[in-house]
């Protein structure tokens, strides 16, 4: 395959070493080798990031990024070489909209390449992020990640109910949907008008199914919990998406389209166990003007919500 370096600019940040009062010293030949999560993701660019940590014996051990990919047109397999800093980083120039790329770091110990973590994210398209649509044997396809995000693991955009475009406060006075339909209508539907296409939020029912016919673990994928959510029918067990908590507590909530009258708009809620607290996966209802993120589903045939 061909190597195409010259398209990569590695960017490197120096972070200070040593130990804090108290912790223990670092053994001499430890190390390790993270992959961190990208970012700057557009239609043809990504800032791909990586940290390494050792001892005094590797401290100068060759570190880097493979990436795999479509770039400049070419389908290739490439090593980027970042120096010797303990956080680095690789931006790509010149990927293909709407397409998938994998890559993971490493570090050369004793002459082996010691591997990192594997990420994939996907480009976007001229309108917007591409999703790809996972089934789970339950009637419609979900999204493999939330509205916003290239990764499963990403939290994405939040919106509030009926609102198409995120904001950074969301409050009962800035809430701008007064409407309250019993299922969104397309215009008010994010995932609508921004994947366009199938793409719809889940009503209820797509909901309960999910909460009710899938298996839900708990897991890590990249550094996030979440709830790694897979189906149960025969076929259909290894499919599976991810679903990620917030990033500041052990729950998360994602949108319906459904909307209970006097009570307010349906949402999936799900938390882990924190300290004396049980997990929990189930449907709710909340006020329309709060933040939350949304996971998109795909109708299996050409019939369209009105």
């Not at 370096?5 to 490197?12: I, M, Q, S």
């Not at 998938?100 to 002459?111: L, Q, T, V």
């Not at 919990?225 to 909530?253: M, Q, R």
């Not at 795909?298 to 369209?304: G, T, Y």
């Amino acid at each position: 395959m061909k190597n195409i370096n010259y398209l990569f600019l590695a960017a490197l940040l120096v972070l200070s070493a040593g130990c804090k009062k108290g912790e223990e010293p670092i053994a001499e030949d430890y190390f390790k080798i993270t992959t961190l999560l990208p970012d700057s993701i557009t239609t043809t660019e990504a800032s791909l990031h990586a940290k390494y940590e050792s001892g005094s014996k590797y401290q100068d051990a060759e570190r880097g990024i493979y990436v795999s990919g479509i770039i400049d047109g070419i389908e290739t397999v490439t090593k980027i070489v970042c120096g010797i800093s303990p956080e680095f980083a690789a931006v790509l120039l010149k990927l293909s909209p709407n397409s998938e790329y994998s890559y993971y770091a490493y570090a050369m110990i004793d002459g082996k390449e010691e591997k990192g973590e594997t990420i994939t994210f996907y480009t976007y398209t001229d309108e917007g992020l591409s999703m790809n649509a996972v089934d789970l044997g339950i009637g419609v396809l979900w999204a493999e990640s939330n509205i916003g995000a290239a990764l499963p693991q990403s939290f994405g955009e939040r919106f509030a109910w009926g609102e198409t475009v995120t904001k950074e406060d969301f409050t009962a006075s800035n809430y701008t949907y007064t409407e309250k339909p019993e299922v969104l209508p397309r215009e008010a539907d994010v995932a609508s008008v921004r994947l366009g296409g199938l793409w719809r939020m889940p009503v209820e029912e797509d909901a309960q199914k999910l909460v009710n016919e899938c298996n839900w673990e708990q897991t890590v994928i990249g550094g996030v919990t979440g709830y790694k959510v897979s189906g149960k029918k025969e076929g259909y067990t290894d499919n599976w998406i991810f679903l990620p908590l917030t990033s500041s507590s052990s729950t998360g909530t994602v949108w319906c389209a459904s909307y209970n009258d006097g009570w307010g708009a349906r949402c999936i809620h799900y938390s882990v166990p924190d300290g004396e607290y049980e997990g929990h996966i189930y449907l709710s209802n909340s006020h329309p003007s709060l933040g939350f993120r949304v996971r998109a589903v795909c109708d299996r045939d050409d019939a369209l919500r009105e």
